[in-house]
């Protein structure tokens, strides 16, 4: 059976960007010790890691 | 610096490289959903104008909060800072009832594959900015004290890492949460799963996480705070009304839900499960005001009751009548999506999926039939070659199949279509 086209390749591209985001987020938190701010960037990268394979799939 | 109710404002409550995160966010999101996409066809054709505006205005909330913290140090009002924040809040309004009109949707074209961002976003939209649009006015209606009023303390504070916060929740919220749904729908009608409980759990619970990860982001914004800092008073009566927030949202929509079918939902219908939902996302922000803010609260003063109400208002009108009406708009457009993914899978599922919609149509009063079925011819012919020729077939399969009762009222309604298009 013929697949159906997945998400558009700028779709993939993009996505880096709100891992570099929330890599940002996870740095600044751990280079001030915030904890906080910390977590919100380790949410945000498994929030968008799922919607890049939902995405995807 | 001036502090907030508990304290000094936290990081983030200002100007500075922080902005960047919820920007690159929010841009990033926004070009995916818009970016041109097909070699063939015109952009305008399947992201009509209107659509890339009101996508590309979601960005826009940096302007919001920019007008907050750059009119004034962080905490102290003016009547300029007011001017500027209910002037950008009120374009922010305008670009998302937009959203609610059917030129949002553009033609449907097959190298989309499954990205239709365009099925999902509207409603979405409506959704979480409806519900920031309530959460301000609920907090303006309780918390606006008249000791602030003279000095305009009462205006939001604005914090960027409560709207990181807030757009990773939107991004589970609408993003997440929307490819969910149409997947649990298209597993229900061509797997039979999902049909019960398990996938109105998963969606209902997905719509509940979201929201309360949005409220908790913005009363953090609003209040001018980073998420998970400040040790609020915690006033633990008010987790009733968040408990209370739960049932309305998933038990007891969630079952309101599973008794229509999606596709061919009346708007009088939709427009009460909005109403519901309105009513829920309500007492959710009354319950996560009083936990965080120490007691039950009533209308603090006629200046909030007046300004909170106005923007109450703008919440209600987004969620219950622009999110309804973008519903009414989606499920149309996921017809020819619908029959796209049924083109590609083995003819025998092709089928069941036929025959159950021909019971669908069978069971409508003849004038929601005949729209409904002609919604569905006018979807089979946007569909390309060979991919319309095997649905199509599959139709008359499913037709021929069913008892001579349903199927001559069926055929009946095709007359109708057919001799309407002719004229």
Do not use: C
């Amino acid at each position: 059976m013929e697949k159906i086209p997945a998400a558009p390749s700028i779709f993939k591209k993009l996505m880096w960007i709100n891992f570099g985001a929330n890599a940002l987020v996870i740095a600044y938190g751990a280079a001030t010790l915030d904890a906080a701010i910390f977590s919100i960037g380790v949410i945000g990268e498994i929030v968008f890691v799922i919607l890049s394979k939902l995405g995807a799939a | 610096m001036v502090g907030g109710m508990f304290g000094p404002f936290g990081a983030g409550t200002g100007f500075g490289w922080y902005v960047i995160p919820p920007l690159a966010m929010l841009l990033a999101v926004t070009l995916i959903m818009t970016w041109h996409v097909s070699k063939t066809e015109k952009w305008t054709t399947y992201r009509r104008p209107l659509y890339t505006i009101a996508v590309l205005a979601e960005n826009w909330i940096i302007i919001v909060g920019l007008s907050l913290i750059l009119t004034g140090p962080p905490g102290v009002g003016s009547f300029g800072k007011a001017v500027a924040f209910f002037t950008t809040l009120a374009i922010f309004w305008g670009f998302t009832i937009i959203l609610a009109s059917s030129k949002i949707q553009g033609k449907f074209i097959p190298e989309l594959g499954k990205f239709r961002p365009d099925l999902i976003y509207p409603t979405g939209a409506n959704l979480a900015r409806g519900e920031i649009f309530t959460g301000l006015g609920m907090k303006l209606i309780l918390t606006t004290f008249p000791a602030e009023i003279a000095t305009w303390g009462w205006l939001p504070v604005w914090n960027w890492w409560g709207l990181t916060w807030a757009v990773i929740s939107m991004v589970l919220l609408v993003a997440v949460r929307g490819m969910t749904k149409m997947q649990i729908l298209m597993r229900r009608m061509m797997y039979d799963k999902y049909l019960g409980w398990s996938g109105q759990l998963i969606e209902e619970g997905l719509l509940w996480i979201g929201f309360a990860g949005l409220a908790y982001g913005f009363l953090n914004v609003f209040m001018g705070y980073v998420p998970f800092t400040v040790v609020y008073p915690r006033y633990w009566p008010g987790l009733v009304f968040l408990i209370l927030s739960f049932i309305i949202l998933v038990p007891v929509r969630g079952w309101l839900k599973l008794r229509y079918d999606r596709i061919t939902m009346k708007f009088s219908t939709t427009v009460g499960l909005q109403a519901l939902l309105y009513l829920g996302v309500v007492v959710m922000f009354y319950g996560l005001i009083s936990l965080f803010m120490g007691k039950f609260f009533g209308p603090s003063s006629s200046l909030g009751l007046v300004v909170g109400g106005l923007v109450e208002v703008g919440g209600l009108v987004l969620i219950v009548f622009g999110r309804a009406k973008s519903l009414m708009n989606d499920r149309k457009g996921q017809i020819p999506q619908m029959l796209w993914v049924l083109a590609h899978v083995e003819e025998e599922i092709r089928m069941k999926v036929m025959t159950k919609r021909m019971h669908v149509f069978y069971q409508l009063p003849p004038e929601r039939r005949l729209e409904h079925m002609r919604n569905m011819d006018n979807a089979l012919k946007e569909l390309p070659e060979p991919q319309r020729s095997l649905v199509f077939k599959s139709r008359l399969l499913a037709l021929a199949s069913l008892p001579e009762e349903m199927r001559l009222e069926l055929m009946k309604t095709m007359d109708k279509i057919m001799m309407g298009s002719g004229m």
